[in-house]
């Protein structure tokens, strides 16, 4: 593991009861990439989900975090693209990666199951599939296609222009566009096949919190394979760049009365449950003192085969519940596993630089 960050939820109370509020989410949320920043953490990402009381729009979120800190990642984990227009998502995603100088890591994925019945119809698209997987697909690569700057339409007629006369006909890209910006896109893989084809689309891989394979293997197993198996096909794709592989995992240390009090029962095991119409096997939360929790993750094979870590957090319950399970993350257990901590202006290993835009 090199690079570590956190997995924000951003769940908050949608009434009366008690609770946090969405206003309380989001500069929480702030604060905490900001506190996490100057620690040096590499990565802030918030999970996208729609019609429930959780972070659903990402861009302010990450471009409110960027415009405050230096080094820090901002992300999804992730966008689900069944909900999204691809074109005005290319224009906000390069406009945030200009805003953060190129430190933007966006999950996008077809998306897990949501609250709402084929929610995406309500946002005014419609699928075939009933989970949505061909309009995620065709969404997912027009918006590839649009961050590389591919001409998504055509200059109209000199007398139908305004402000500018350009030359009829000629190929129009989505503006703003960021350099680089596509080797910054992660795709959420629940499977081995959806992984394999990540590579082969030439995009990072953000391996999910659950795997829909399973077996008599632990969870990190089983999710090292997924990795595998990711790597193997981008080799064979060919593309010139070294690519980006993160696992998430829930991981409390425990260095007081108080911590074990909140988090000492949170340890569990491996799980295996329906998901999706489908078996999915979810991995394991780990919650210990620190010695302990290094010699437990030292043995997580999924967590050695990748090159970035997303520790999840119960933002639910505020900054400094959280702020101190990244901090003795951080000081405690990460160093061991091989944590480089972010500095400002340097950019994760396996971006391509030479493409960034500073300033």
């Not at 394979?225 to 592989?245: K, M, N």
Request: aromatic fraction near 10%; charge should be negative; proline fraction near 7%.
């Amino acid at each position: 593991m090199k690079y570590f960050g956190f997995l924000s939820f951003g769940h908050y109370t949608n009434g009366p009861r008690h609770g946090i509020t969405a206003a309380q989410s989001l500069h929480q949320a702030i604060d905490l990439s900001v506190a996490a920043d100057e620690l040096g953490v590499n990565g802030a990402f918030f999970r996208v989900h729609h019609f429930a009381p959780q972070a659903a729009a990402p861009m302010p979120l990450l471009s409110a975090i960027a415009s405050r800190t230096k080094a820090i990642e901002v992300g999804t984990g992730v966008i689900d693209m069944r909900y999204e227009n691809p074109l005005y998502l290319a224009e906000e995603a390069a406009a945030l990666d200009l805003i953060a100088d190129g430190r933007t890591a966006l999950g996008v994925s077809r998306g897990s199951p949501e609250i709402a019945n084929r929610g995406w119809e309500s946002f005014g698209y419609h699928s075939k599939d009933p989970r949505g997987a061909d309009l995620a697909r065709t969404h997912y690569e027009r918006f590839l296609d649009a961050v590389s700057g591919t001409p998504m339409a055509q200059a109209a007629p000199l007398g139908e222009q305004y402000p500018t006369q350009m030359t009829p006909g000629t190929p129009l890209p989505v503006l703003p566009h960021s350099p680089g910006l596509r080797n910054r896109i992660w795709y959420g893989a629940g499977s081995n096949a959806s992984a394999i084809q990540a590579a082969r689309d030439g995009i990072n891989l953000m391996s999910s919190t659950l795997v829909f394979e399973h077996g008599d293997k632990p969870f990190g197993d089983i999710q090292a394979e997924q990795l595998r198996a990711y790597r193997q096909a981008w080799a064979e794709a060919g593309h010139a760049w070294t690519p980006r592989v993160s696992v998430s995992r829930s991981i409390f240390p425990l260095l007081s009365e108080r911590d074990r009090g909140l988090y000492g029962l949170s340890a569990s095991g491996d799980q295996v449950g329906h998901l999706d119409s489908g078996i999915a096997t979810f991995g394991r939360t780990y919650a210990a003192d620190p010695s302990t929790l290094i010699k437990q993750l030292s043995q997580d094979r999924a967590l050695a085969e990748a090159d970035t870590l997303l520790l999840t957090i119960p933002n639910q319950l505020g900054f400094e519940e959280n702020w101190s399970i990244i901090r003795n993350f951080a000081e405690y257990v990460a160093p061991a596993l091989g944590w480089e901590p972010a500095s400002p202006g340097v950019l994760p290993s396996g971006y391509d630089l030479d493409e960034v835009v500073t300033h």
